[in-house]
């Protein structure tokens, strides 16, 4: 019999639930369609807006902070793999090696600390934080549900009112119900007025606390950081002095990345140094041979140092369009306005219409520009020299590079 009439009470309460959810429904169906008016309260909407912000911002937050830390824990571990990579090359017989394995056992306990730590004063903190956001979430959209039945309730209340043919014992019965969705409603409504507001103001002392943690522990991370790094530098150049006579210097490899036309300073291709560059003269009237082989004078590239008195000559007389052979000048097929010329140190690709592909190698014919002002600091006006040789056509084969590419030859 009990058991029989346990089944009853849970049969009566699914009925009762599923009867409330097609009030609510019916009820919103009506305010829908303006049949009904709903309930508004401007500002616990407005307070519902800030929750939810506030609750997109934690949940942000939170992400990140969880990304920043598995990259420290894959940065822990790549220095980690790094220091013992030290450790296996560092010779017994070296100086420091002691030491520096003391250093690598320090820099991976600085690493476990600051990622603890992290996790202590920062992630906890954010999963208590957020961890009050659902019930309260919950809560809100309780109290929607409540304040329907209460629509509900007091539209059918007037409704029962104004009937032509008044039921007094239904009117009482629907006042009693709508007195009761009424208080159930505001019970409810106060509190989240209460609690709503002093969540939204509390986001500012979360968040101030918790970058603050995160900045604290990542400076002095650095800190601690700095002065194992300074003590490995020291070890090392004890090291050094010892077997100073074997040094190596690290070299940087040419790469494909091209400076980005109209900056006013390209960026250097890798490996090259800064250097002054070489004076442009434009020399548009060939002087005569006789001139040129008396040994007129022109700007020098950095490489005529080093080459022979006769060459240095004869590229003298080459800018000027002549060279002396044995049977008298010998006119040069280059072309107009000829200055010098500039071999490609690095691969460049082109990125605009108007610019040269150079190949590591391609011999640069260096003109100057038709218009001077279009010349942007760092690029050359040229035309490579195998594309003169056999189309004879600036207006087809012309076009800019970075100066910086290339190196003088002639």
Request: aromatic share 6%; net charge negative.
């Amino acid at each position: 019999m009990a058991e029989m009439g346990s089944k009853g009470v849970t049969a009566g309460k699914i009925a009762s639930n599923v009867q409330k959810k097609l009030t609510r429904a019916q009820e919103k169906v009506l305010q829908k369609l303006g049949k009904a008016d709903e309930t508004k309260d401007e500002q616990f909407e407005q307070c519902v807006q800030n929750f939810n912000k506030q609750l997109n911002e934690g949940t942000r937050l939170q992400k990140d902070l969880r990304t920043y830390l598995a990259s420290v824990k894959a940065m822990h571990e790549a220095s980690r793999k790094l220091n013992e990579c030290l450790q296996e090359v560092y010779e017994p017989d070296w100086p420091g090696r002691d030491e520096a394995n003391k250093i690598t056992e320090n820099n991976d306990l600085l690493w476990m600390d600051y990622h603890q730590k992290l996790v202590d004063q920062a992630l906890l903190t954010m999963d208590t934080y957020l961890g009050q956001f659902p019930d309260i979430k919950s809560r809100i959209a309780k109290r929607g549900r409540k304040l329907v039945d209460y629509d509900s309730a007091r539209h059918h209340y007037e409704s029962l009112q104004t009937a032509k043919k008044k039921d007094e014992v239904k009117i009482a019965k629907a006042e009693e119900e709508l007195i009761k969705a009424q208080k159930v409603f505001e019970e409810m409504n106060v509190d989240l007025q209460e609690e709503l507001p002093s969540l939204w103001n509390s986001r500012v002392g979360f968040y101030v606390n918790t970058f603050q943690s995160i900045a604290g522990l990542e400076e002095n991370f650095h800190k601690e950081m700095s002065k194992l790094n300074q003590n490995l530098h020291d070890v090392l150049v004890s090291l050094e002095k010892q077997h100073g006579s074997n040094t190596f210097t690290v070299k940087a490899q040419p790469s494909d990345n091209a400076p980005a036309k109209g900056n006013k300073s390209p960026s250097p291709p890798p490996d090259s140094s800064p250097a002054a560059a070489p004076e442009i003269r434009v020399n548009h009237d060939p002087e005569p041979a006789s001139e040129a082989t008396s040994g007129a004078a022109l700007p020098k590239s950095p490489s005529q140092n080093s080459l022979p008195a006769v060459v240095v000559e004869n590229f003298s007389a080459a800018v000027n369009g002549t060279v002396e052979g044995g049977n008298g000048t010998v006119h040069l097929d280059l072309p107009p306005g000829f200055m010098f010329k500039v071999q490609a140190q690095h691969d460049y690709t082109a990125t605009d219409t108007d610019e040269l592909q150079l190949k590591a190698g391609d011999v640069v014919l260096v003109i100057p520009f038709q218009n001077p002002e279009e010349q942007d600091e760092g690029w050359l006006m040229g035309v490579k020299e195998s594309d003169w040789n056999q189309h004879k056509d600036l207006d087809k084969c012309r076009g800019v590079f970075p100066e910086n590419f290339t190196e003088r030859v002639q």
